[in-house]
Structures are given as structure tokens and as C-alpha cells.
């Protein structure tokens, strides 16, 4: 059995094993800061308290069982470890909004499963190829998966509830093929990447902020300059006009 120790008000750490994790019960406005300064939980999913997980910088090369311990756990962190395939099962954790496993070692998200509630995850700093898997997260708003080595994403289904999307420095990617699945898209940031193409953007009426920054992008359609300005969108620090100037962009 674990033990239990109270911190203040709202933290509980359990020893389990060589394991130490710590929940915090947070009925304040703000969520707890993080250990690791590159994680924000600036935004929340609902009014009900959050029970947040920290289990970043542990060594570890797996999901731990005992990270399941909290049903109402909302929001579970494990960046900075040595996961490399995580084999998962979060189905017991129903109210899980908030999945961080940014800086590991990951390079499939397959075997991933139970993750139909989860909003926002990020997997920043992996070892990714692809998105496989993507689909279980079918309430999916927010998506960052920067710093990888995703070369397409033709092969992700569509989750129709994203609404941003960050694949910037995935050096390699150049197929967006299935971005249009993804019809309530807000913001996409693929700064950084091999992307030549904009064409089917102008599908995007939701569109508000598009970083095609330090990319292969020379061309672009009228119908795409006129519906990205027409929406005003922000591409990166510029304007669409003074991003076609600075960046040489021919419009066809």
C-alpha cells in the first residue's frame, strides 16, 4: 500500500516503491505550476477541481500502474523521462483532460488507448515518424507535436475537433495531405518544415494564426491569399502581405 502525507492544503505525494508522485487538488483559478519550466497548464477544461499528476523527470521507460491510482485525475504529466513505446491503457482515469509526454524518447503513439476524453496533448521532443493512433483521441483540441521526425500526415484520420495544431520543426515534413479533415482548425504551426504548399486552406474558416515561417513556401494561390486575408490571419510575426513580401511569395 502506498503511504500518504499531507503538503499544505492541496498536495499529496505517495511513496511507491522507488516512485515518488505527487497530486495536487487545485480549486484555485490557476492550475499548479509545473516542475519543468517548457509545460503550461494555463488553460483549464471545466470548473471542476483539478487533480494534477507530476511525474516529470523520473527515470522512467514506461507508463507506471500507479499513475492510475486517482480516478479524477485531470491533468498527468510525464515529460522528461525515457518512455519510449508507452503501452497504456487511461480508461480508468475518465476525467484525463491533459496528457503531457513531451521529452521522452516515443516513437509510436499506436498502443495508446482510453484517451477519448483527452483534450490537449503534447508530445514535443520525441522520436516520432508518424501520428498513428491519433484517431483514439477523438476529443482532441489541442495537438503540439514539435521537435519530431513526422515526415506525413496523410496517414492521421480525421479528428474533427482540433482546433490547433503545432508541427513545427518536424524538418522533414513536406505531406499535408489529410489537413483538410480537420475543419475547425485555428491555429497551425509548421515553421520549420519542409512544406512547399498551402493549397486547400482556403477551406479553413476558422482560421486565425498560420506560421509557415522558414519553409519551402514560394507559391500561393489567389484563393488562398485572398481567404487568409480576407480572415486577417497572422502568419507567425507578419501580416499575409508583408509575409509574401518577406519571404519572396509568388501568388498564381
Same mark, same amino acid.
Given at each position: 500500500m502506498p503511504r500518504l502525507f499531507l503538503l499544505k492544503n492541496f498536495t499529496a505525494c505517495f511513496f511507491l516503491s522507488s516512485l515518488q508522485a505527487c497530486f495536487i487538488f487545485d480549486s484555485s483559478s490557476s492550475p499548479p505550476p509545473s516542475a519543468s519550466r517548457r509545460v503550461n497548464y494555463s488553460e483549464r477544461t471545466d470548473n471542476a477541481p483539478d487533480v494534477y499528476v507530476d511525474l516529470n523527470? $523520473?527515470? !522512467? @521507460?514506461?507508463?507506471?500502474?500507479?499513475?492510475?491510482m486517482e480516478p479524477r485525475v485531470s491533468v498527468l504529466n510525464m515529460t522528461n523521462n525515457q518512455i519510449v513505446i508507452p503501452n497504456a491503457d487511461f480508461s480508468s482515469l475518465p476525467r484525463l483532460r491533459k496528457l503531457n509526454l513531451a521529452y521522452n524518447k516515443?516513437?509510436?503513439?499506436?498502443?495508446?488507448?482510453?484517451?477519448?476524453?483527452?483534450?490537449?496533448?503534447?508530445?514535443?521532443?520525441?522520436?516520432?515518424?508518424?501520428?498513428?493512433g491519433l484517431?483514439?483521441?477523438?476529443?482532441?483540441?489541442?495537438?503540439?507535436?514539435?521537435?519530431? $521526425?513526422? !515526415? @506525413?500526415?496523410?496517414?492521421?484520420?480525421?479528428?474533427?475537433?482540433l482546433e490547433e495544431l503545432n508541427l513545427s520543426y518536424n524538418e522533414s515534413l513536406a505531406d499535408l495531405e489529410n489537413l483538410g479533415n480537420y475543419p475547425v482548425l485555428k491555429k497551425i504551426n509548421l515553421e520549420y518544415t519542409a512544406i512547399s504548399s498551402l493549397q486547400g486552406l482556403e477551406r479553413f474558416s476558422e482560421l486565425e494564426e498560420l506560421n509557415v515561417e522558414h519553409t519551402a513556401v514560394k507559391y500561393m494561390s489567389n484563393a488562398t491569399y485572398q481567404h487568409l486575408k480576407n480572415k486577417s490571419v497572422r502568419m507567425g510575426s507578419h501580416t499575409v502581405d508583408t509575409f509574401v513580401n518577406a519571404y519572396g511569395v509568388q501568388i498564381r
Open positions: 523527470y $523520473k527515470n !522512467l @521507460t514506461m507508463v507506471p500502474r500507479d499513475a492510475f516515443i516513437r509510436s503513439i499506436e498502443n495508446i488507448t482510453g484517451v477519448s476524453g483527452v483534450e490537449y496533448l503534447f508530445l514535443n521532443s520525441n522520436d516520432l515518424h508518424a501520428l498513428r484517431e483514439k483521441f477523438n476529443h482532441l483540441r489541442i495537438l503540439h507535436a514539435a521537435y519530431n $521526425k513526422i !515526415l @506525413t500526415f496523410a496517414d492521421v484520420p480525421s479528428v474533427s475537433t
